[in-house]
């Protein structure tokens, strides 16, 4: 088995502020992703990765940049946080094709913009 | 594009209760079909996928049928427990590296 760990837990930031967030998996896979997770709306896909120093743009990319300089992990920067955004970013990562082999999901990290 | 749509944003049930949670899809060509579930404080985990028509996909006494015909993949199961309270994603797969979600399920039980 393996793990993803998300850093940090919980982000609390100001407006305009530029936030990076870290995940790190063991798995060894090949493929990590970024998704955004509001009340209501799901997971929106934010940037994928599918092999180091790759980065491929999602749905939502406007506002983020993303960093995979290790196999093992995959940053993602908040550019300009927006006041009074909330949302959890969740970090997953997949051996194969995400859009068919299993995606295995960290616990997230809440962000909350002052 | 693709999209998914889950038209129960909240199903409360006790314990013993069949569950059905709807999920209708909009895709081009032929995707894979997922249901993930998540639990409060963790990410989402994987429940099962199908990727062909009429194929069952089921886990832990949930499944679901892919139907090309209705486009759907509807979540059931005969007698919800508890411990089943999270809530409940389908998502649709490329084939690629892409997989779309649709905006959840939030299933409560009541003991």
């Known amino acids: 088995g393996g793990i993803i760990t998300q850093t940090p837990k919980f982000l609390i930031g100001q407006e305009g502020q530029k936030l990076t967030l870290k995940c790190q998996q063991n798995f060894n896979h090949d493929t990590m992703y970024w998704y955004r997770q509001d009340s209501g709306k799901g997971l929106r896909l934010i940037y994928y990765?599918?092999?180091?120093?790759?980065?491929q743009k999602g749905d939502l990319s406007e506002g983020y940049d993303a960093s995979r300089e290790k196999k093992s992990s995959f940053s993602l920067t908040v550019t300009s946080a927006q006041k009074n955004e909330m949302a959890v970013f969740l970090c997953?990562?997949?051996?194969?094709?995400?859009?068919?082999?299993?995606?295995?999901f960290g616990p997230g990290t809440r962000l909350t913009v002052l | 594009g693709d999209s998914v749509t889950q038209t129960e944003g909240q199903v409360a049930l006790s314990e013993e209760d069949f569950l059905t949670i709807h999920c209708n899809y909009s895709?081009?060509?032929?995707?894979?079909l997922f249901w993930y579930v998540q639990y409060p404080g963790e990410g989402p985990q994987f429940l099962f996928r199908?990727?062909?028509?009429?194929e069952k996909g089921s886990s832990r006494g949930f499944e679901a049928t892919y139907d090309k015909g209705t486009t759907s993949f509807h979540l059931r199961k005969a007698s919800v427990q508890e411990s089943d309270s999270a809530v409940y994603y389908c998502?649709?797969?490329?084939?690629?590296?892409?997989?779309?979600f649709g905006t959840g399920t939030s299933l409560l039980v009541d003991p």
């Open positions: 199908a990727s062909r028509d009429k």
């Open positions: 998502a649709l797969g490329d084939m690629g590296y892409k997989l779309t």
């Open positions: 997953a990562s997949s051996l194969g094709l995400g859009g068919w082999a299993e995606q295995f």
């Open positions: 895709a081009s060509g032929y995707p894979a």
């Open positions: 990765s599918i092999t180091e120093n790759d980065l």
